[in-house]
């Protein structure tokens, strides 16, 4: 992997509290499992950066190196790598990641 | 592009030989499948590093020639 896009990784990841890479935007998923984690996040009212690897395929090569995890979407809270959509969704079920965002710090707003 | 369940199951087992398996087909595509795998070896471990030694035992598979595996994994009860 290319040195600026290692750096570009870091600095997002790190600049934001909670970042996803995903396929499409997060109004415009294009793909069932960034869309999964995209519904979870927005439920939860969490306030996160969506990054469409799509459009920058150094990215899509790039972010799975650097987690070394082969798929994506892939969501990182305070620059640790915490899953892909199965991860998410099961932490979401059992309330561990309403607890994890909780405990760094991150406003959980759980819409009706 | 597809595979083929008992290959999935079969590379699991070859590389986490203690796992209890199980794959479903999800639309009977053989595309999607979701895969319960519990094992003792996952014990202590996170989620990812549970996640990881599944992807490892497909060999470079996830992510291309398998596109859809929902995945699961849990520890034994009594382990």
């Not at chain 2, 996640?51 to 929902?70: P, T």
């Amino acid at each position: 992997m290319d040195d600026s896009v290692a750096e570009r990784i870091k600095s997002d990841i790190t600049s934001n509290d909670v970042v996803l890479y995903m396929k499409g935007t997060p109004v415009f998923p294009q793909c069932g499992f960034s869309s999964t984690v995209v519904q979870v996040l927005t439920h939860l009212g969490v306030k996160f950066k969506g990054i469409d690897v799509l459009s920058d395929p150094s990215i899509r090569e790039g972010i799975k190196q650097f987690s070394n995890w082969p798929t994506i979407p892939q969501l990182y809270v305070k620059g640790e790598f915490l899953g892909g959509c199965d991860i998410v969704r099961e932490m979401y079920q059992t309330g561990e990641l309403q607890e994890l965002l909780s405990n760094n710090g991150i406003d959980v707003q759980i819409k009706a | 592009m597809a595979m083929d369940a008992a290959l999935i199951e079969s590379l699991i087992k070859e590389s986490i030989p203690d796992a209890d398996v199980r794959i479903e087909d999800l639309r009977g595509d053989g595309d999607h499948y979701a895969a319960y795998v519990e094992s003792a070896t996952f014990k202590g471990k996170t989620r990812v590093q549970q996640h990881k030694m599944v992807y490892d035992a497909l060999q470079g598979r996830m992510g291309g020639e398998l596109h859809a595996l929902a995945l699961q994994t849990s520890v034994p009860k009594d382990a």
